[in-house]
């Protein structure tokens, strides 16, 4: 009831007591069934009015002398009076005295005599002005207004209301009701709604009215759960025609069950539904169950999930895994694969399922939860039936395939999964379509372990083999998989391959590794250096992914999103969504792996470098020994790169030895972009100039004839970073400008701000007449690191700017006053000491004094009022005029 129609009401009965009435009497008819609020707007019109208020209709009468005046009425739950009292209101309203206002409230499923709430006699005098009002359900609107408040907008979002609004069929008390139960628990709200107390008890004693023989049809519409036509009702409710049409009027004139409109019948409620279904027991309950499966079985098409359950209830064993297995591969058909897995992983953890069936449905689910997102319960069933010796070879070696699809692909235990697949490979020999599969898995590259030339001799043979079985969701696969190895080291040769992916291929599994072929091709590009080309096939092979059902390719590609607007400098919001894709993945870590390592740049960028850590090698952090090889060279690059801005070059020096032990081993150098140019230094820092500059070729003949424009640039990298760590700026300044517009080419601005801003520190260190604009180049990296956000870096160039500035560019002697705000100095110190670095970590950036950090650190404390360095995350900003160190 709105404010709005409250107040129409309230001016209809005004009209009893003023002269725009002329003093006529007013009936106001409230009618609304069960829980739709008719109690509630009947106190709320009481309020406020300026006139008495009585209840019985006897005080309202007039007494032989003349009326007491104007007065309001208001009567509630009118289909429960008694005679007596219904005859009262008749008699009152055959004649009302002037300036009555009377409101009537009732149930109209619950009149003896439908339409007249005051019996069979009723009737209106000519001098009463009548008005009806109905009130009808809550709409979605107003449910949500009412769960955000009672639960908050966050633990119950628009479409959880839609769900409760739904359960609730809108009726406002039965909505109220199951507010109060979620406000008193924890946690997010449950998938499915218990039947409120209140409502249980209404829709129990609306049945149990009902005559014995007559209840089985409303029996029979709580199993059928929908609205049902009475002849389906009937049906379950093992009545013949003539009973059980007697039964359904009996069931209407009681409101135990309610008229839909459409020729079908229900529970008003839906919820009431579970409240009633929960009473018969025993074999009677079993025969409900198996008349309502026998009847949807004859429905087209077949809700076969719907059959599953009944069959279930009823005990049969063998129907019931029968429906199962059809109700999961029309949600596969269709591309609902979470769907599927969560209703095959229910039936197979019910308890013990005959070897038969159990087979069917887990080569169903493997297929299903390869290509879908599911917990570490889909493992546990794979793995235990791989394990079954009794199992034939054939069938252990196909289930075994997705067993190590899954290890590989979703819970990131490759060298667990690649053996699995190589397992299958033996199982398969007489399945070549499988074959084909495992073989093709087998040659995708991001896995450590088998070299390059392993993964390519797979792809190969995956190839033959494909072609000649024929089978279109081979073929899609194999191709898939042939593009990703091709791309990821550069062969130009893979483009056509990319463009001849099957987008609109039939059956959907075509549609699907279409999907996650394009999603690997725009993972693939990012490493190499393809930008453009990436976003453009992150947005076909997502969408594709989607609308084929394909979850696991459009999870891949949100991570390669991060990924890619890493390497683009779009970082702004970029570590927000990074650290909602890792809350995402749940207990499922390595579905994040892109994400970590984005987060883990991000902070090194700007000097959180305790965060660093812990994304890149903390105990959630991929496994660079065992996880995906470019991310683990990326990972190893930052590491090394942090162990040398603290000074460590031993250990940056012993995780560059580890990392290109991978590399080389896996023989894909394209991926040494983001690590070479660390690790040649690190090397090199370390004394071990000869193993160094043979990093520096073996990475520079890896590159010989592909496409690597990322690696290109990083290739001039790593030479200038040799150069300068062996003592000539010269060759280095020449190598650092190269890669630097290399990067900007690409674009890759942060990159090309780093080789920048290196490129300007050896022309000053060769001292020749570029110096000048050496300055403005560094002022100019430092500028795109602050845009960036790069505070670390950011920082450090403008002191190492400061060291050069020319001398028109000084200030005078003596230190400005800056008062309560923070100088230049103090506000670069305070926003390295929120990020996490210890004084003697932003003493070596910034070339000041351990001692001199602290007392920045001290002033910008008292000047802020912050208690700890972590709260100076937002200091103001400084004033602009320098500072001496």
Same mark, same amino acid.
């Given at each position: 009831?709105?404010?709005?129609?409250?107040?129409?009401?309230?001016?209809?009965?005004?009209?009893?007591?003023?002269?725009?009435?002329?003093?006529?009497a007013?009936?106001?008819?409230?009618?609304?069934?069960?829980?739709?609020?008719k109690?509630?707007?009947l106190?709320?019109?009481?309020?406020?009015?300026?006139?008495?208020?009585?209840?019985?209709?006897?005080?309202?009468?007039?007494?032989?002398?003349?009326?007491?005046?104007?007065?309001?009425?208001?009567?509630?739950?009118?289909?429960?009076?008694?005679?007596?009292?219904?005859?009262?209101?008749?008699?009152?309203?055959?004649?009302?005295?002037?300036?009555?206002?009377?409101?009537?409230?009732?149930?109209?499923?619950?009149?003896?005599?439908?339409?007249?709430?005051?019996?069979?006699?009723?009737?209106?005098?000519a001098?009463?002005?009548?008005?009806?009002?109905?009130?009808?359900?809550?709409?979605?609107?107003?449910?949500?207004?009412? %769960? *955000? !408040? @009672?639960?908050? =907008? +966050?633990?119950?979002? /628009?479409?959880?209301?839609?769900?409760?609004? #739904? &359960? $609730?069929?809108?009726?406002?008390?039965?909505?109220?009701?199951?507010?109060?139960?979620?406000?008193?628990?924890?946690?997010?709200?449950?998938?499915?709604?218990?039947?409120?107390?209140?409502?249980?008890?209404?829709?129990?004693?609306?049945?149990?009215?009902?005559?014995?023989?007559?209840?089985?049809?409303?029996?029979?519409?709580?199993?059928?759960?929908?609205?049902?036509?009475a002849?389906?009702?009937?049906?379950?409710?093992?009545?013949?025609?003539?009973?059980?049409?007697?039964?359904?009027?009996?069931?209407?004139?009681?409101?135990?069950?309610?008229?839909?409109?459409?020729?079908?019948?229900?529970?008003?409620?839906?919820? %009431? *539904? !579970? @409240?009633?279904? =929960? +009473?018969?027991?025993? /074999?009677?309950?079993?025969?409900?169950?198996? #008349? &309502? $499966?026998?009847?949807?079985?004859?429905?087209?098409?077949?809700?076969?999930?719907?059959?599953?359950?009944?069959?279930?209830?009823?005990?049969?064993?063998?129907?019931?895994?029968?429906?199962?297995?059809?109700?999961?591969?029309?949600?596969?058909d269709?591309?609902?694969?979470?769907?599927?897995?969560?209703?095959?992983?229910?039936?197979?953890?019910?308890?013990?399922?005959?070897?038969?069936?159990?087979?069917?449905?887990?080569?169903?689910?493997?297929?299903?939860?390869?290509?879908?997102?599911?917990?570490?319960?889909?493992?546990?069933?794979?793995?235990?039936?791989?394990?079954?010796?009794?199992?034939?070879?054939?069938?252990?070696?196909?289930?075994?395939?997705?067993?190590?699809?899954?290890?590989?692909?979703?819970?990131g235990?490759?060298?667990?999964?690649?053996?699995?697949?190589?397992?299958?490979?033996?199982?398969?020999?007489?399945?070549?379509?499988l074959?084909?599969?495992?073989?093709?898995?087998l040659?995708?590259?991001?896995?450590?372990?088998?070299?390059?030339?392993?993964?390519?001799?797979?792809?190969?043979?995956?190839?033959?083999?494909?072609?000649?079985?024929?089978?279109?969701?081979?073929?899609?696969?194999?191709?898939?998989?042939?593009?990703?190895?091709?791309?990821?080291?550069?062969?130009?040769?893979?483009?056509?391959?990319?463009?001849?992916?099957?987008?609109?291929?039939?059956?959907?599994?075509?549609?699907?590794q279409?999907?996650?072929?394009?999603?690997?091709?725009?993972?693939?590009?990012?490493?190499?250096?393809?930008?453009?080309?990436?976003?453009?096939?992150?947005?076909?092979?997502?969408?594709?992914?989607?609308?084929?059902?394909?979850s696991?390719?459009?999870?891949?590609?949100?991570?390669?999103?991060?990924?890619?607007?890493?390497?683009?400098?779009?970082?702004?919001?970029?570590?927000?969504?990074?650290?909602?894709?890792?809350?995402?993945?749940?207990?499922?870590?390595f579905?994040?792996?892109?994400?970590?390592?984005?987060?883990?740049?991000?902070?090194?960028?700007?000097?959180?470098?305790?965060?660093?850590?812990?994304?890149?090698?903390?105990?959630?952090?991929?496994?660079?020994?065992?996880?995906p090889?470019?991310l683990?060279?990326?990972?190893?690059?930052?590491?090394?790169?942090?162990?040398?801005?603290?000074?460590?070059?031993?250990?940056?020096?012993?995780?560059?030895?580890?990392?290109?032990?991978?590399?080389?081993?896996?023989?894909?150098?394209?991926?040494?972009a983001?690590?070479?140019?660390?690790?040649?230094e690190?090397?090199?820092?370390?004394?071990a100039?000869?193993?160094?500059?043979?990093?520096?070729?073996e990475?520079?003949?890896?590159?010989?004839?592909?496409?690597?424009?990322?690696?290109?640039?990083?290739?001039?990298?790593?030479?200038?970073?040799?150069?300068?760590?062996?003592?000539?700026?010269?060759?280095?300044?020449?190598?650092?400008?190269?890669?630097?517009?290399?990067?900007?080419?690409?674009?890759?601005?942060?990159?090309?701000?780093?080789?920048?801003?290196?490129?300007?520190?050896?022309?000053?260190?060769?001292?020749?007449?570029?110096?000048?604009?050496?300055?403005?180049?560094?002022?100019?990296?430092?500028?795109?690191?602050?845009?960036?956000?790069?505070?670390?870096?950011?920082?450090?160039?403008?002191?190492?700017?400061?060291?050069?500035?020319?001398p028109?560019?000084?200030?005078?002697?003596?230190?400005?006053?800056?008062?309560?705000?923070?100088?230049?100095?103090?506000?670069?110190?305070?926003?390295?000491?929120?990020?996490?670095?210890?004084?003697?970590?932003?003493?070596?950036?910034?070339?000041?004094?351990?001692?001199?950090?602290e007392?920045?650190?001290?002033?910008?404390?008292?000047?802020?009022?912050?208690?700890?360095?972590?709260?100076?995350?937002a200091?103001?900003?400084?004033?602009?005029?320098?500072?001496?160190?």
């Amino acid at each position: 009831m709105d404010a709005l129609n409250e107040t129409a009401l309230r001016r209809q009965l005004a009209r009893a007591w003023t002269a725009d009435g002329g003093g006529r009497a007013v009936l106001l008819l409230v009618e609304g069934e069960a829980g739709t609020g008719k109690s509630r707007l009947l106190a709320r019109l009481a309020r406020g009015v300026p006139v008495p208020v009585r209840t019985d209709p006897q005080a309202a009468a007039p007494a032989e002398g003349p009326a007491d005046g104007p007065a309001l009425l208001l009567v509630d739950d009118v289909h429960r009076a008694a005679p007596e009292r219904r005859a009262a209101l008749r008699a009152l309203l055959a004649d009302p005295p002037a300036g009555l206002a009377c409101v009537l409230g009732y149930r109209p499923e619950e009149l003896d005599d439908p339409g007249l709430p005051l019996g069979p006699d009723t009737e209106y005098p000519a001098g009463l002005t009548v008005v009806r009002h109905l009130l009808g359900p809550l709409g979605p609107e107003d449910v949500r207004r009412m %769960a *955000a !408040a @009672a639960l908050g =907008a +966050e633990r119950c979002p /628009p479409e959880s209301a839609d769900r409760l609004h #739904r &359960a $609730a069929g809108g009726t406002a008390q039965v909505v109220a009701d199951l507010l109060d139960l979620l406000a008193a628990q924890d946690g997010p709200l449950p998938d499915a709604f218990a039947p409120p107390p209140r409502l249980a008890a209404l829709a129990l004693r609306r049945t149990a009215a009902l005559p014995a023989a007559h209840r089985a049809v409303v029996h029979a519409a709580a199993v059928l759960g929908d609205p049902a036509t009475a002849a389906e009702l009937t049906e379950v409710a093992g009545l013949d025609e003539d009973t059980g049409r007697t039964a359904l009027q009996a069931a209407l004139r009681t409101a135990a069950l309610h008229d839909h409109g459409d020729g079908r019948y229900g529970f008003r409620v839906p919820l %009431a *539904a !579970a @409240a009633v279904r =929960a +009473e018969p027991a025993g /074999p009677y309950r079993e025969e409900l169950h198996g #008349r &309502a $499966a026998d009847l949807l079985v004859r429905r087209q098409p077949v809700p076969w999930e719907r059959v599953a359950e009944h069959r279930r209830a009823c005990g049969r064993e063998r129907g019931w895994l029968q429906a199962v297995e059809r109700a999961a591969q029309r949600h596969a058909d269709r591309g609902d694969l979470e769907r599927a897995v969560a209703l095959l992983e229910s039936a197979l953890a019910t308890g013990p399922v005959p070897e038969h069936a159990r087979s069917r449905l887990v080569t169903l689910l493997a297929r299903c939860a390869v290509m879908g997102l599911r917990s570490d319960r889909t493992l546990t069933v794979l793995q235990h039936i791989v394990a079954d010796h009794g199992l034939a070879p054939a069938l252990r070696g196909e289930i075994r395939l997705d067993l190590g699809l899954l290890l590989c692909n979703q819970i990131g235990r490759c060298t667990d999964g690649l053996a699995e697949l190589e397992r299958a490979v033996g199982e398969l020999q007489e399945q070549p379509v499988l074959l084909a599969r495992a073989m093709s898995a087998l040659s995708m590259p991001y896995w450590p372990g088998a070299p390059l030339a392993e993964n390519v001799a797979w792809i190969e043979r995956a190839l033959a083999v494909s072609e000649q079985v024929g089978d279109p969701v081979v073929r899609a696969a194999v191709a898939a998989n042939r593009v990703s190895v091709l791309l990821n080291i550069g062969d130009p040769g893979a483009w056509p391959l990319v463009d001849a992916l099957p987008r609109d291929g039939e059956p959907v599994a075509v549609r699907q590794q279409a999907a996650r072929g394009l999603c690997n091709a725009a993972d693939a590009a990012v490493w190499i250096g393809h930008y453009d080309r990436s976003r453009a096939l992150l947005g076909e092979g997502v969408a594709l992914a989607a609308r084929s059902g394909a979850s696991y390719a459009e999870q891949t590609g949100r991570g390669c999103t991060l990924v890619l607007d890493w390497a683009t400098g779009r970082w702004a919001g970029l570590a927000g969504r990074a650290a909602a894709l890792v809350a995402e993945a749940g207990d499922m870590p390595f579905i994040a792996s892109d994400a970590r390592l984005v987060l883990g740049l991000l902070a090194l960028a700007r000097g959180a470098w305790a965060e660093t850590e812990e994304y890149l090698s903390g105990p959630d952090a991929p496994d660079r020994d065992h996880g995906p090889v470019p991310l683990s060279a990326a990972a190893s690059g930052a590491l090394i790169r942090l162990a040398l801005a603290r000074e460590d070059t031993a250990g940056a020096a012993a995780e560059a030895t580890l990392a290109w032990d991978r590399l080389r081993a896996k023989g894909v150098w394209a991926w040494a972009a983001e690590l070479a140019p660390w690790a040649v230094e690190a090397t090199a820092r370390a004394g071990a100039v000869a193993a160094a500059r043979e990093m520096a070729a073996e990475f520079a003949a890896g590159l010989d004839g592909r496409d690597a424009p990322s690696a290109d640039a990083a290739l001039h990298w790593t030479r200038a970073a040799l150069a300068e760590a062996t003592g000539d700026p010269k060759t280095a300044r020449t190598d650092y400008g190269r890669a630097a517009a290399g990067y900007r080419a690409l674009p890759r601005p942060y990159h090309a701000a780093l080789t920048a801003a290196a490129a300007a520190r050896c022309t000053l260190a060769v001292g020749d007449a570029g110096a000048g604009a050496a300055v403005e180049a560094l002022a100019d990296s430092a500028a795109a690191f602050e845009a960036l956000g790069a505070t670390w870096d950011a920082a450090r160039t403008r002191a190492e700017l400061r060291g050069h500035r020319p001398p028109d560019d000084r200030r005078g002697p003596g230190r400005p006053a800056y008062g309560d705000l923070l100088s230049p100095r103090e506000e670069e110190v305070a926003r390295l000491a929120a990020a996490g670095m210890t004084n003697r970590e932003i003493a070596a950036a910034l070339h000041l004094s351990p001692r001199t950090v602290e007392q920045h650190v001290a002033r910008a404390l008292q000047k802020t009022g912050a208690h700890s360095r972590q709260q100076l995350t937002a200091v103001p900003r400084a004033a602009s005029a320098a500072e001496p160190d």
